[in-house]
């Protein structure tokens, strides 16, 4: 079935790095933008970043900006979140979601990775 | 890019009608009709209920619908049910090419 399904998460250390998985089955990987979306404990959802299908285009939140770079490997169905100089705000379960086709909308997610910063 | 403003709460009994406000800018809900609705339920992940303002996925009851005026969008949740009971949070598009959600509503049943 059409699924996404999110790794890499953990325990970090302030000021260290970590790269989120985001592997996706069931569809044309390659024909999707892809987006990825974070929701602190307790709190809202927030937007972070964007690839087009060809991985061209990037747009990013500008919490992230300069920290995070969203990245996608058409041949191995995955889409990828470097994170670099983590805060403890960065505390968070990361989800990724597909954008469907001819909408701008989130029509498929992952069930999320828990990242938790600290010392 | 602030985050759209939503309402903390709001609560019904079963069977009435309740609507959630999602209040932008100029520059995201004003500008586009690229406003969608999420629903989730504790320790799951969102599910898109509604699309480009008032439009429903495959699936989604027609219990729920959208609207949209000026800088506001809105949800609607007719014919209220216990299984409604959830956080509901708005997306929109930006003038920035980014996304931008609200604040999130937390839906209680009585």
């Known amino acids: 079935q059409v699924q996404l399904v999110e790794s890499g998460g953990g325990v970090v250390q302030p000021g260290r790095s970590l790269r989120l998985s985001c592997a996706a089955s069931g569809f044309t990987f390659s024909s999707y933008a892809v987006h990825w979306v974070r929701q602190a404990p307790d709190k809202g959802l927030e937007w972070l970043a964007l690839?087009?299908?060809?991985?061209?285009?990037?747009y990013c939140a500008d919490s992230v900006k300069g920290r995070f770079t969203i990245s996608r490997d058409n041949s191995k169905n995955t889409l990828y979140l470097q994170m670099n100089s983590l805060r403890a705000e960065d505390t968070a379960v990361y989800y990724c979601?597909?954008?469907?086709?001819?909408?701008?909308?989130?029509?498929?997610w992952g069930q999320g990775t828990m990242v938790t910063v600290s010392s | 890019q602030s985050a759209l403003t939503q309402p903390a709460s709001v609560s019904g009994s079963p069977g009435q009608s309740i609507t959630i406000s999602c209040t932008g800018t100029s520059s995201d809900v004003g500008v586009y009709n690229y406003v969608s609705w999420y629903q989730q339920h504790p320790g799951k992940a969102p599910k898109l209920m509604i699309y480009?303002?008032?439009d429903r996925p495959s699936g989604v009851s027609n219990r729920f619908s959208g609207s949209k005026s000026g800088n506001t969008a809105s949800l609607t949740i007719s014919g209220l049910q216990a299984e409604d009971e959830a956080d509901y949070y708005c997306?929109?598009?930006?003038?920035?090419?980014?996304?931008?959600f609200g604040t999130g509503t937390k839906v209680t049943v009585l």
């Open positions: 690839i087009s299908f060809d991985g061209t285009n990037k």
């Open positions: 480009d303002v008032s």
């Open positions: 979601a597909r954008d469907s086709l001819g909408i701008f909308a989130f029509d498929i």
């Open positions: 997306n929109s598009y930006t003038s920035s090419s980014t996304n931008v």
